[in-house]
Nanobody, 124 residues
């Protein structure tokens, strides 16, 4: 059974930092691209960070580029998201999921059911 367990969210002040972690199980983690997604209240889910199976390719939308960094550990089957210079627009529930191939482009059609996510709130 595939499972994603996200953690590390919380309350941060504008300009602050948080580090999210995702533990994956139930599939061959090292074969697939992994993404971090977020869903803000009243909005659709968006892909905010992508990493290829080897970690050699990463991709970010302009809204987080230069502030967020995704990384993965294929031994521990974990993926992390370092978030710096947070602003209130980053407030959302954050999720991870797998693509259908090793390519980051496959993350626009994530493979599995969503985990519980981790709430990130940026507020003074």
């Amino acid at each position: 059974q595939v499972q994603f367990v996200e953690s590390g969210g919380g309350l941060a002040q504008p300009g602050g930092s948080l580090r999210l972690s995702c533990a994956a199980s139930g599939f061959t983690f090292s074969n697939y691209a992994i993404g971090w997604y977020r869903q803000a209240p009243g909005k659709g889910r968006e892909l905010v960070a992508a990493i290829s199976n080897s970690g050699g390719t990463t991709n970010y939308p302009d809204s987080v580029k230069g502030r967020f960094t995704i990384s993965r550990d294929n031994v521990k089957n974990t993926v992390s998201l370092q978030m710096n210079s947070l602003n209130p627009e980053d407030t959302a529930v954050y999720y991870c999921n797998s693509g259908k191939t090793y390519r980051v482009s496959s993350l626009y059609d994530p493979t599995y059911s969503w985990g519980q996510g981790t709430q990130v709130t940026v507020s003074s």
